[in-house]
């Protein structure tokens, strides 16, 4: 990310950024309030992804590497999975980046959906907060806006 900490839709995150683009703040459930991630422990990272059940596709954009990702509205974890043809959600771009699952503090994880675990938390089961494609081992995703910060 650039030295600004502005994002590629005009939103200020220096105060949730350090100057090496890592979290400066606990990264919180937004339900209970519950720690996911301590301080220092992600990395913020813009990309424009599409997530198809099957597949993961990675765009690069720009120099920015924008991530965009559709993920089901927040609730709880018996309530993710639906049998209707939609489903509401929001598509987002600013994601914490974390390289390891054992990382996180409290964090749970969802059946496979097609090729995809959504990230929820582990105490109140809200979510989904993120996510992982099973295609890549080392990458796991928080959406900026799925949580709050302390």
């Not at 920015?64 to 209707?84: D, N, V």
């Not at 939609?86 to 964090?107: I, K, P, R």
């Not at 089961?125 to 302390?150: M, Q, T």
Request: proline share 3%; net charge negative; glycine share 8%.
């Amino acid at each position: 990310m650039e030295n600004s900490q502005q994002s590629t839709d005009g939103t200020d995150r220096s105060d949730l950024v350090s100057a090496d683009g890592k979290n400066i703040k606990s990264v919180l459930c937004q339900r209970c309030g519950s720690k996911v991630l301590c301080p220092g422990m992600a990395t913020l990272e813009e990309k424009e992804v599409n997530l198809s059940p099957f597949k993961c596709f990675y765009v690069i954009r720009d120099s920015s590497f924008s991530h965009q990702l559709f993920l089901p509205s927040m609730r709880k974890k018996s309530g993710l999975s639906t049998t209707e043809g939609s489903v509401d959600g929001d598509t987002l771009t600013a994601h914490w980046l974390v390289d390891d699952m054992y990382t996180f503090e409290n964090v749970g994880f969802t059946n496979d959906v097609g090729r995809i675990k959504y990230l929820i938390c582990a105490d109140c089961e809200i979510g989904p907060i993120g996510w992982h494609c099973l295609d890549d081992k080392k990458s796991f995703y928080v959406a900026v806006e799925r949580v709050n910060y302390a």
